[in-house]
């Protein structure tokens, strides 16, 4: 069973950055694709970014509205998954999940949020303008 974590949400200004965290408790993630997801309110939950399992390789994507500014990696020694998010804008506001996605395929990325098996319970951010 993967028992996902998220943190590191808050409330920041335009252009300011967060680095939120997702730490798997239980299972270890080297199994899995991982992808971070955002709501915003009265919308529907928007793929973010995804890391392969092989995501040193370059096996990430992004979607265009954050490409450049934020960066997700993985560090397996600690079964987490980072996003990094830098020039935050006011449209970013949203809570924020992360979700596993089992796979055999070491280079698959997937962007959208019924292909995942697993999800945290999310972290909100907020950004003001």
């Known amino acids: 069973q993967v028992h996902l974590v998220e943190s590191g949400g808050g409330l920041v200004q335009a252009g300011g950055s967060l680095r939120l965290s997702c730490v798997s408790s239980?299972?270890?993630?080297?199994?899995?694709?991982m992808g971070w997801f955002r709501q915003a309110p009265g919308k529907e939950r928007d793929f973010v970014a995804v890391?392969?399992?092989?995501?040193?390789?370059?096996?990430?994507n992004y979607a265009d509205s954050v490409k450049g500014r934020f960066t997700i990696s993985r560090d397996y020694a600690e079964n987490t998954v980072f996003l990094q998010m830098n020039s935050l804008k006011s449209e970013d506001t949203a809570v924020y999940y992360c979700?596993?996605?089992?796979?055999?395929?070491?280079?698959?990325?997937?962007?959208?949020?019924?292909?995942?098996?697993?999800w945290g319970q999310g972290t909100q951010v907020t950004v003001s303008s």
């Open positions: 890391a392969a399992i092989s995501w040193r390789g370059g096996t990430t």
């Open positions: 239980g299972r270890t993630l080297s199994g899995y694709a």
């Open positions: 979700a596993a996605k089992e796979t055999s395929a070491g280079s698959a990325v997937y962007r959208t949020s019924y292909e995942y098996n697993y």
